[in-house]
């Protein structure tokens, strides 16, 4: 992947800010796109003092316009895209008769309609140079149904349906279309959603009363492992994989 181009949203913190560090070290030049400038600033000057190839973007990925500029702005000053990786995402939790409107709206403008942004920019300018790969980073809860993420798993599920039918539609021009499935990851995401336990030991254990199970393998996943998968899917070693969906939760889905 040396001396290749990726965007990656979400880039300020958590599974995203793992996959920009991985691919800078593998020497791809990652532009870091993220909402929130203060976050992304610090995160990027702490990647660049590390002799890494990282640049800051700012956007909302949930603005067609600001994600257009994005892109073109990226390309000027960078190069074409060879890699994009849509990990921006957003979380709120309720049963789903309580969620607001702005709960569902909020939650399917970053975690969907964001993707198709992002997705339809990047896509767009790789087809005629018939080359690139995209993964969506999406979530376990895409396929099973879990209690007070209504919003989130809808998401979720429409984001991974649409990344595999970009994917085939576009697989004629040699651009690959994957999606990574995370379980709990140990991120501010999983952090804000238990209170009484520690997020890592509440994962682990499951809870029986909301029918979710607990991890198989004893353990919540690092960033890093996110990150891992998602290059995988991204270099020439998965060369021959698309409109596919890797599940990495450590066994919470039970291998569904």
């Not at 993220?34 to 640049?55: E, F, I, S």
């Not at 209504?150 to 539609?169: Q, R």
Request: aromatic letters at 4%; hydrophobic letters at 45%.
């Amino acid at each position: 992947m040396k001396g290749t181009i990726a965007l990656v949203t979400g880039a300020a913190g958590g599974i995203g800010e793992a996959v920009v560090r991985l691919l800078a070290e593998r020497g791809v030049t990652v532009a870091a796109v993220d909402l929130d400038p203060d976050r992304l600033t610090t995160t990027v000057d702490k990647l660049v003092a590390d002799g890494l190839a990282v640049h800051a973007h700012p956007a909302d990925v949930s603005s067609s316009t600001e994600v257009e500029a994005l892109v073109d702005r990226v390309e000027r000053e960078l190069g074409p895209l060879d890699h994009l990786v849509n990990a921006a995402g957003v979380l709120r939790l309720a049963d789903a008769r309580a969620l607001t409107d702005l709960d569902w709206s909020t939650t399917f403008a970053v975690n969907t309609t964001g993707v198709f942004f992002v997705s339809r920019a990047v896509v767009n300018r790789m087809v005629p140079r018939r080359r690139g790969a995209v993964v969506t980073v999406a979530s376990n809860a895409a396929g099973t149904a879990r209690s007070q993420m209504a919003a989130y798993a809808a998401s979720k599920a429409a984001t991974t349906a649409f990344t595999k039918c970009l994917g085939l539609e576009v697989a004629r021009h040699n651009i690959r279309c994957n999606v990574v499935a995370p379980g709990s990851t140990d991120t501010p995401m999983l952090h804000g959603m238990h209170s009484a336990r520690s997020a890592a030991a509440a994962s682990v254990a499951g809870d029986p009363g909301a029918y979710r199970a607990g991890i198989p393998l004893g353990k919540v996943a690092r960033p890093e492992d996110i990150a891992h998968s998602v290059a995988f899917l991204l270099s020439d070693e998965a060369g021959h994989i698309t409109m596919h969906s890797l599940t990495v939760d450590g066994g919470a889905t039970l291998g569904v």
